[in-house]
């Protein structure tokens, strides 16, 4: 059973970091694309980052030049680093995991981990 174990987030001070990580299980397939979404209290679920097998990367508009998103070459690992934070990133931020060898449509989701800027 494929599992999405996020951590890292918390409350933090407008301007400030957080690092967020996200670690998969349960399965032996590099995961064909992975990343980040948020959610925030009223809103829909939106795209903040993903990045492919191969390295390439897509931003939200809203991000860029603040996050930037990471994946461990070896393992179905992905990090996302937050800087600059302002209080409209508050949201829950969920790790996503699409595609790999054997099931190209398969799609999971973790549990979510809360992200809180103070103004």
């Known amino acids: 059973q494929v599992q999405l174990v996020e951590s890292g987030g918390g409350l933090v001070q407008a301007g400030g970091s957080l690092r967020l990580s996200c670690a998969a299980s349960?399965?032996?397939?590099?995961?064909?694309?992975m990343g980040w979404y948020r959610q925030a209290p009223g809103k829909q679920r939106e795209l903040v980052a993903l990045?492919?097998?191969?390295?390439?990367?897509n931003y939200a508009d809203s991000v860029k030049g603040r996050f930037t998103i990471s994946r461990d070459g070896a393992k179905n690992t992905v990090y996302l680093q937050m800087n600059s934070l302002k209080p409209e990133d508050t949201a829950v931020y969920f790790c996503?995991?699409?595609?790999?060898?054997?099931?190209?449509?398969?799609?999971?989701w973790g549990q979510g981990t809360q992200v809180t800027v103070s103004s």
């Open positions: 996503n995991a699409f595609g790999f060898a054997t099931q190209p449509g398969a799609q999971y």
């Open positions: 349960g399965i032996i397939f590099r995961f064909n694309v």
């Open positions: 990045i492919r097998s191969g390295g390439n990367t």
